[in-house]
């Protein structure tokens, strides 16, 4: 291993600048791969600390290295979550993101963002859900992934088809925007008032409701299959209505409920949905996965150490 010169100011600006050009795509890599925000911050904090270790005078280029790093990192983190995960209390939602200022987050193009499509990219391998990711949302070259990925150009086109396939055989055609947040609020509005038979009318007959709350009190901890026992489910507790109140957020790119609670926030929800209604109903009661939406977060600051 050759001496790494100390970096002069210059050069630590110029890594700085690098760095704070990708920063964005680097977490919404790392965002994708794993489904969780702070995770993925936890990722880009650490790309940081080496790439001021690199001897970036031999990196031919910032952003092949920072991406690579950033993606075999998150393979690292996803292989170890599927143990963690195991022990988790009921269903594991992705952490929704707040995309009302950052519709992408980080990528070209909008693609493997949406809630219901990351929990169908939980179920590929972490090696599969990154060349998709590459591909799909960031539009890398098969012969980049290969490289990121240690692999040949050749087995990169397989795993992105297998799953392409596999998304394609879970993934439904969704509504636009407008029509989504209609359907959300309709949703909510006949919840408010009870109106089981409104409900039934949004709801398709396999739609099924995954409440995450990692054993906290009021989570369903087991999904809920079916149009009437959902629109039950979603009324069962009338003081749950009536003593909170809600706002419209936008969650990875989506439209989203935020239900307050004594003036805190203590519930997300949004849905999936197609033109035959709403499909998937997803409750997010764990507070460190809404905490992006009352919470200050800088996390595209960038703190170079010493």
Known sequence: MHPQAPPTDGDLDDAVAAFVKLQPRLFGIAYRMLGSAAEAEDIVQEVWLRWQKTDRSVVLSPAAFLSSTTTRLSINVAQSARVRRETYIGPWLPEPIDTSNDPVVGAERAEALELALLLVLERLNPT???????????????????????????????????????????????????????????????????????????????????????????????????????????????????????????????????????????????????????????????????????????????????
């Open 128 to 306: 599969e859900r990154a060349a998709y990711i590459l591909r799909e949302a960031f539009d890398y070259a098969y012969p980049e992934i290969a490289e990121i990925l240690n692999l040949t150009t050749v087995n990169v086109r397989k795993i992105v088809s297998r799953a392409r396939r596999h998304v394609a055989s879970e993934q439904r055609e969704n509504v636009d925007p407008d029509e989504h947040r209609e359907l959300l609020d309709a949703f909510v509005a006949a919840a408010r008032r009870g109106d089981v038979a409104s409900l039934e009318a949004l709801l398709t007959p396999d739609t099924v409701s995954l409440s995450d709350g990692d054993g906290i009190r009021g989570a369903a901890r087991i999904p809920v299959l079916g149009r009437s026992r959902v629109a039950n489910l979603s009324t069962a507790v009338p003081r749950f209505w009536s003593t909170v109140d809600t706002r419209d957020v936008e969650a990875n790119g989506r439209g989203g409920v935020l239900l307050y609670r004594s003036g805190r926030p203590s519930t997300f929800l949004t849905v999936a949905a197609t033109r035959r209604g709403i499909h998937q109903v997803m409750w997010v009661f764990n507070p460190s996965k809404i905490a992006a939406f009352f919470e200050s977060r800088s996390r595209w600051a960038v703190a170079p150490t010493g």
